[in-house]
């Protein structure tokens, strides 16, 4: 284990501490180093920057958001210095990116590679212990340890019993792994395994995915940008920030203000297809109303079948493919290149694992109740132990010996996702509560990021000590991010990562905040304003209730 040049045994005192080096992590050490002028160091637990692209290396690994919505958007000199060369960009050029923008701020100097915390305790200051042994004490804590870090590897029975190889899809090797002439099964169709199936089939001998849940999913339609393209990307910078700043996902593409009941079943046909063409998540913006009402989810629901049987020329495969039963976007929608083709092919099969579901790996590959599956390596495509996972294996600790495994042994309870009760001075971006997931990660991670600096410059301008948020806040926020949900389909699919129901034993509590990016960005924008309502500095409350009934009584 690298320990990053520090010293072991000696406390290494700080204003703020920064866990992890991707996008979060970089531009918060920026701001709170180059504009606050503080003494901030980052740890990172891989050795170099990316964040969740540091890792994810499987075939086929791409972003699903456009490349110019998916980088940072505070710097037009950032912007004008860099040239994405694909519609959606790679997980390598993702890396090169972070890594230009790494070097072009000078970040690198306060990171500290090849650190893992495996411990963090308030005692006035945050204590916080590495693998490798080394403590850090700082006032500040900042968790930018991104929402999809903890892999979710099923406990079927007998996988250390497995003669071949096996890889989890967010642990990649980063010497790739070669399947020529191999038997391969791939173990999950979310947008990770529909990204990977294509480009495993078109190496391996033969490729069987295992299908628990069918997906909709609809073509990328990725492609080198064009000249044309590319310079125009580069003179819309405010165009392009704007934007992202106006849709509730933080895309920079808009959602139709139209109702699938305001058309008729012509008209609407003719905009799927048109959304198809164009391919992508666009798709989702082609009605108001697609995640608010079951009939308008039909609607499309019900058009993605079609494709899907359109495609896939076995019958039998495609019923297995679009026997979807829950509504299209209300699991996290995936993008493909070439998905449903790929089972046109003879060397793909695919087996539906809710129908027969895996008993046991043995030595020789994957048993179903239906038989075995001979195989050389397995691929788990099968997730991650969403948003809380990557905190809770922080081992963090509050005041008075509260442990967050304790404190969230129900679920998370945050206030905007941005701070936890009894844990003073705790940041996480991006946490539970906010609308993370829901949104263009760049986008909600700006401004997180943002947030946190200002709130800690108006500590720091005020000489306060210690904020955290009041319980009455955490107890308004938890409801309002219920209701939120519950506004929407989202929560009506009982099997999704969203709601923790991909982890055995997790609570079911629906984790990020539904009510939308723009809706979310005023309310933290008015929190602080009115001296940040709902939280308590160095032992005084704001003035005011935490969430004006205005807010609450509006909906999302
Ligand atoms: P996921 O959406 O949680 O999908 C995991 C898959 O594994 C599901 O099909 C799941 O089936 C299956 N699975 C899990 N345990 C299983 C078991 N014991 N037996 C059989 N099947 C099992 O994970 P993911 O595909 O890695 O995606 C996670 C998230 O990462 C995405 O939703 C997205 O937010 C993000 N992501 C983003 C990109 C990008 O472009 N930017 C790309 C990939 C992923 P069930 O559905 O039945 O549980």
Redesign the pocket.
């Given at each position: 284990m690298a320990d990053g040049g520090g010293d072991i045994g000696k406390t290494q005192e700080l204003d703020a501490l920064i866990i992890g080096a991707g996008f979060g992590g970089l531009y918060q050490l920026h701001l709170l180093r180059d504009r606050l002028g503080l003494n901030v160091q980052v740890v990172e637990k891989a050795e170099g920057v990316g964040g969740?692209w540091w890792w994810?290396r499987y075939p086929g690994?791409?972003?699903?958001?456009e490349s110019h919505g998916?980088a940072y958007l505070f710097s037009e000199a950032l912007h004008r210095g860099w040239q994405w060369s694909e519609r959606?960009p790679g997980h390598a050029e993702i890396r090169r990116y972070l890594n230009y923008v790494a070097d072009e701020l000078d970040l690198k100097r306060d990171i500290d590679f090849g650190v893992e915390v495996v411990s963090a305790d308030y005692q006035g200051r945050w204590i916080v212990r590495t693998a490798c042994g080394r403590t850090f004490s700082a006032r500040y804590l900042i968790t930018a340890v991104g929402?999809?870090s903890t892999a979710?590897i099923?406990?079927?029975p007998g996988l250390e019993d497995f003669k071949g190889e096996w890889h989890h899809?967010?642990a990649w090797p980063h010497e790739g792994v070669d399947f020529t002439g191999k038997r391969v099964g791939q173990?999950?169709?979310?947008?990770?395994?529909?990204?990977a199936a294509p480009v495993i089939a078109a190496e391996a001998e033969h490729l069987t995915v295992?299908?628990?849940?069918p997906?909709y999913s609809v073509p990328a339609r990725n492609a080198p940008l064009t000249d044309e393209a590319k310079a125009e990307i580069k003179e819309s910078f405010e165009d392009i920030r704007a934007l992202t700043h106006l849709t509730p996902n933080g895309h920079p593409f808009e959602i139709s203000p139209t109702r699938t009941d305001e058309v008729s079943d012509a008209e609407r046909l003719e905009e799927y297809e048109r959304r198809w063409d164009k391919g992508g998540l666009r798709f989702r913006g082609a009605f108001q109303n697609l995640l608010m009402s079951k009939e308008a989810n039909d609607t499309a629901a019900n058009f993605l079948k079609e494709k899907i049987r359109g495609v896939v020329k076995d019958s039998a495969t495609a019923d297995k493919l679009a026997n979807i039963d829950h509504p299209y976007g209300a699991?996290?929608p995936?993008?493909d290149t070439t998905y449903f083709e790929t089972y046109n092919r003879d060397n793909v099969s695919l087996v539906d694992?809710?129908a027969h579901?895996?008993q046991r790996i043995a030595e020789t590959g994957i048993e179903t109740a239906e038989g075995s599956h001979d195989l050389d390596v397995i691929v788990?495509?099968?997730?991650?132990d969403?948003m809380t996972g990557p905190l809770l294996s922080l081992n963090l600790t509050g005041k008075n010996g509260v442990s967050l495994r304790n404190a969230w042994a129900a679920g998370p309870r945050t206030y905007l996702g941005l701070q936890i009760k009894d844990f003073p001075n705790l940041f996480t971006v991006t946490g539970p509560g906010s609308p993370s997931?829901l949104c263009n990660?760049p986008v909600c991670i700006e401004q997180h990021v943002e947030w946190i600096a200002d709130c800690i410059e108006h500590l720091e301008a005020t000489g306060s000590g210690a904020i955290e948020p009041t319980e009455t806040a955490v107890e308004e926020w938890v409801a309002h991010v219920n209701d939120a949900a519950n506004a929407t389909l989202l929560p009506t699919v009982k099997?999704?990562?969203y709601l923790g129901?991909?982890v055995p034993g997790k609570p079911r509590v629906f984790m990020p905040y539904a009510g939308g990016m723009v809706r979310y960005r005023n309310i933290a924008a008015d929190i602080a304003k009115d001296g940040y309502r709902g939280f308590e500095i160095d032992g005084e409350a704001a003035s005011g209730v935490a969430l004006p009934q205005d807010i609450v009584a509006a909906g999302v």
């Open positions: 969740t994810n690994a791409r972003c699903d958001s998916y959606y929402c999809l979710n099923p406990d079927i899809t967010g173990i999950g169709t979310g947008s990770t395994g529909i990204q295992f299908q628990r849940t997906n699991k996290r995936p993008i694992v809710r579901p895996i788990f495509a099968t997730g991650f969403a997931v990660m099997h999704s990562w129901a991909n």
